[in-house]
């Protein structure tokens, strides 16, 4: 157990502290709605502080040189992050593509115009978003309906994608597609990546509750796509997309966003009878039980980091902290807006506390929940997977897809 | 940065669940459960004493084998996982680390060394009767070399030679080195929910006693340590319940399938998983800090503290939901955890008590990075 720095990683942080400060972005320029996610003016700024970070070799840290990253450590990576996430850099938009797909597709591809798209993704010059959920299909992501049929070299798909991230700016997505209907469900699949502007796309945002625009519909009709933009194996899509799901939680459940410090900062702000918020002891029985949990996903992603340094891959022990991260999101905005009393109501960036940050987190908390796995599929996966217990009794799995019924 | 045991710690630590296996399977914490009287196992404590693991964190000056904090973490960790039903806790964690931290060379010199053989049992007298202790308002006084009051209740001060005690002086607060065998001692056996953790009340008076140095600050010390030493056995019983109500929800059918694959008791035992990774990230983070004396430990002293007393008592509870019917039996072991669950949550200062901790440490934390 050693949660110190090693003294090469000290200095490597050192060294990395002194580049960020020297050249971090200065967000304070952007106005508080400029300075939300999916605003151009933010995804400008994060786009430029990722091509200098590629710049001078800090993007993809951890990637070999040859696939357009720094040869790094991962350990050299986590520092890294975690030196930008104390300067309050905290961009979101090359996640899916450089934590969860392009791994994927360079693990399978070796062609060199599936390699190409690498190089621009780490410049953070090209996004990509992720075509897996379907009206039909989210906790149940072997239910694809999204069909692909064999046309010569090309496939032809057809079908329906939801929910997806970024899909409205994305440059590139990886989709799962059913090539075999007569087969149990998770042998018929099968992961492509596309140009989200081949014809036959289209691309329908969804308003989030939040009143955000980030997910999207995309409806495909008659989209070619050449058997080369084929990643893995026809009919092995199951296990491209389970490797892709398990780097997703564990990117998730190393957690961002507000935390411990920002509702003890407001509750020092804030008046409650004869003192602050702060001074309250039931708020302090509460911020004691938050913190620990915190602390505790923080911690854990040190495990993570270690297993990894060892050369594992992401375990299922991810979706406690994927489970923790999400639900500590609730609870904390919840808590804040107790701490404001009726003040909690208000909203707007101008006049609320830390430019509303706790009441637009509030409406985008019960997403956290679903998105990377709904809590009950985290719970699923801790039960069978690492405990042990027996799975669902099914009634889809022996089955062709065909006759698997289904409702709404 | 390295979140595990070493090789060396998991060697010992596989030695030590092999070893307490042999020689404390939960027949032993049965036994102790119905001879109330005696207050621990005598046996298992001397082949505990045999192994030298009381003075697993002595210095080899004083006796002990002087490996570190964190390989007895792992002792405790095993410990708690078997219940024992021996007076570890109140003499290595609490009694010796006292003495470590404020004992005179003689004091050391001389009681250290029998901790270490295991032929000694030592014990920390801090609490006077119902509610949360407050420090600076204790009753029991300390003057011209005597000690007058009633501790109530000390765990294993039935067991133990000599106790370190809490007493108010002229200098102020302090903690005192008392022979419990000695002078003006009087002590009784008090029932508890955890007879396996022997328990009394011990009235001083006039007893002999000698000051360690160090007065409150010494006893906040003390306490920040063993919480990281009880959060590992609070941990390992955490994890033995939860192996528990895994096994038997595989064998036990209702409606014709094994009660493990409802999603009810499925998403139960996943909620006591993540509660056991909570508790097991802050214990690991509490023994690096406690091993390196770390700045960070009164903070995650009181973190894993919180945690394991939380993850212990939610696991011990729903193993027995689990269990069903004859998880409420006296013959089943269930009730075993959820005891010793209540008894290590609360030996030190209950988890609200903790939470207060956690809360003036966190300000101070904040305070010091605004200044830096
Ligand atoms: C913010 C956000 C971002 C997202 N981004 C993407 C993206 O970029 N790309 C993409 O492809 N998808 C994305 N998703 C989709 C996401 O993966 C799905 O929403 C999620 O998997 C849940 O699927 P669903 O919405 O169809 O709900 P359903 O699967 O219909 O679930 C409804 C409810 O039933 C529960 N449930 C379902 N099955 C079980 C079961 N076996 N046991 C117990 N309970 C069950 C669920 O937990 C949930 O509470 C995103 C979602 C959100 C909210
Ligand atoms: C204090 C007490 C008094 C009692 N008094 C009487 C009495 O007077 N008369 C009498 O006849 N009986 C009595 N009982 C028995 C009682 O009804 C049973 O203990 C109870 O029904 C549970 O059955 P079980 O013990 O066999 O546990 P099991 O049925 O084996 O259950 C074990 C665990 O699995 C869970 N479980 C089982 N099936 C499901 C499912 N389908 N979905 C989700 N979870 C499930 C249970 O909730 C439990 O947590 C008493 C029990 C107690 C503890």
């Known amino acids: 157990m050693n949660f110190d720095d090693t003294p090469e990683e000290a200095a490597y942080r050192a060294t990395v502290r002194a580049w960020i400060a020297a050249n971090a972005p200065d967000l304070s320029r952007l ?27 800090y993007a993809c840290l951890s990637w070999p040189k ?33 934590h969860m797909l392009l791994p994927a597709l360079m693990e399978h591809n070796k062609d060199a115009a599936s390699l190409a798209r690498v190089p621009p993704a780490v410049r953070g010059e090209e996004i990509w978003c992720q075509l897996f959920s379907e009206p039909a299909s989210g906790s149940d992501s072997a239910g694809v309906r999204c069909a692909a049929v064999k046309d010569g070299d090309e496939w032809v798909i057809n079908g329906q994608k939801v929910w997806n991230s970024g899909a409205q700016i994305a440059d590139y997505g990886m989709l799962v597609a059913r090539t075999d209907p007569d087969v149990p469900k998770h042998k018929g699949l099968t992961v492509f990546w596309l140009d989200m502007k081949t014809p036959g796309v289209e691309v329908r945002p969804i308003r989030m509750m939040s009143g955000d625009n980030e997910l999207n519909e995309v409806f495909l009709t008659d989209v070619r796509i050449p058997d080369s933009q084929r990643v893995g194996e026809l009919g092995g899509g199951w296990k491209v997309i389970i490797s892709t799901l398990m780097n997703e939680r564990a990117a998730l459940g190393s957690g961002t966003g507000l935390n411990w410090r ?15 918020a702060l001074e309250d002891p039931a708020f302090r029985e509460w911020l004691a039980d938050l913190y620990v949990d915190a602390e505790a996903i923080r911690l854990l992603s040190f495990r993570t980091l270690t297993s990894l340094s060892k050369g594992a891959a992401p375990g299922p022990e991810g979706s406690a902290g994927k489970l923790l991260w999400s639900n500590l999101a609730q609870t904390l905005t919840d808590k804040a807006l107790d701490v404001l009393d009726h003040a909690g109501l208000m909203d707007d960036p101008d006049e609320a506390l830390l430019g509303g940050a706790f009441q637009h987190r509030f409406l985008w908390a019960p997403g956290l929940r679903l998105g990377g796995g709904t809590d009950e ?19 889809d799995k022996t089955v062709p897809f065909r006759e698997i019924p289904n409702g709404r | 940065m390295n979140f595990d045991y070493t090789d060396d710690q998991k060697a010992l630590k596989d030695e030590a669940r092999r070893f307490l296996s042999a020689v404390s399977p939960l027949s032993v914490v049965r036994t102790a459960l119905e001879n ?31 490996m570190g904090h964190v390989e007895l973490c792992a002792l405790a960790e095993e410990l708690g996982r078997a219940v024992a039903p ?71 001060g039935m067991a133990a030679d000599r106790a370190v005690v809490l007493a108010s002086s002229d200098e102020g607060p302090g903690l005192y080195l008392v022979d419990l065998t000695g002078a003006g001692v009087e002590r009784r056996l008090v029932s508890t929910i955890d007879p396996t953790r022997g328990a009394a009340e011990i009235v001083f008076r006039d007893a ?60 139960k035992l996943a909620d006591v998983f993540v509660r056991n990774e909570v508790a097991r990230a802050n214990a690991y983070y509490g023994a690096w800090a406690l091993s390196t004396g770390a700045p960070e ?15 212990y008592l939610l696991a011990s509870r729903e193993n027995i939901q689990t269990h069903g019917g004859i998880g409420f039996t006296w013959e089943a072991d269930c009730h075993f955890f959820y005891r010793r669950a209540r008894h290590l949550g609360l030996i030190l200062g209950a988890p609200r008590d903790w939470k207060r901790r956690v809360a003036d440490r966190l300000e101070l934390k904040l305070a010091l990075e605004t200044a830096a």
């Open chain 2, 36 to 66: 109330p009287d005696a207050g621990y196992d005598r046996a298992l404590w001397q082949r505990i004493g045999e192994q030298g693991w009381c003075g697993a964190a002595i210095p080899e000056e004083y006796g002990g084998i002087g």
């Open chain 2, 86 to 156: 021996v007076p570890f806790a109140s003499t290595v964690y609490l009694f010796a680390e006292a003495l470590l931290l404020g004992g005179s060379d003689a004091q050391k010199s001389e009681l250290l060394p029998q901790v270490a053989m295991g032929a000694l049992i030592g014990t920390l007298a801090v609490s006077e009767g119902p509610g949360v202790l407050v420090p600076d308002r204790v009753a029991t006084r300390f003057a011209g070399g005597r000690l007058t009051g009633t501790k109530l209740p000390v765990t294993d």
């Open chain 1, 377 to 395: 599929i985290m719970k699923n996966i801790i039960a069978e997977r690492v405990l042990g217990l027996p799975g669902d009794v099914r009634v």
């Open chain 2, 297 to 311: 430990l009164p903070l995650a002293a009181a973190a894993a503290r919180v945690a394991g007393s939380g993850a």
């Open chain 1, 31 to 57: 106005s508080p709605e400029e300075r939300r996610n999916w605003h151009p003016a933010h995804k400008e700024v994060a786009r430029q502080w990722q091509a200098t970070k590629a710049d001078a070799g």
């Open chain 2, 208 to 267: 002999p006693a000698e000051p360690l140095v160090g007065g409150l600050g010494l006893l906040a010390q003390v306490q920040d340590r063993a919480a990281v030493l009880l959060a590992f056995e609070q941990l390992g019983g955490a994890d033995r319940c939860l192996e528990m109500a895994r096994d038997y929800a595989l064998e036990r059918y209702a409606f014709g399938r094994p009660i493990g694959s409802y999603q009810a008791i499925k998403h």
């Open chain 1, 66 to 98: 040859e696939q357009g990253g720094a040869g790094g450590s991962a350990i050299e990576e986590a520092i890294f992050n975690q030196e930008e996430n104390r300067a309050g850099l905290q961009f979101t938009y090359f996640m899916t593509g450089l």
């Open chain 1, 262 to 276: 920002d509702v003890m900062k407001l509750a020092g702000q804030v008046a409650s009878w004869d003192g602050t």
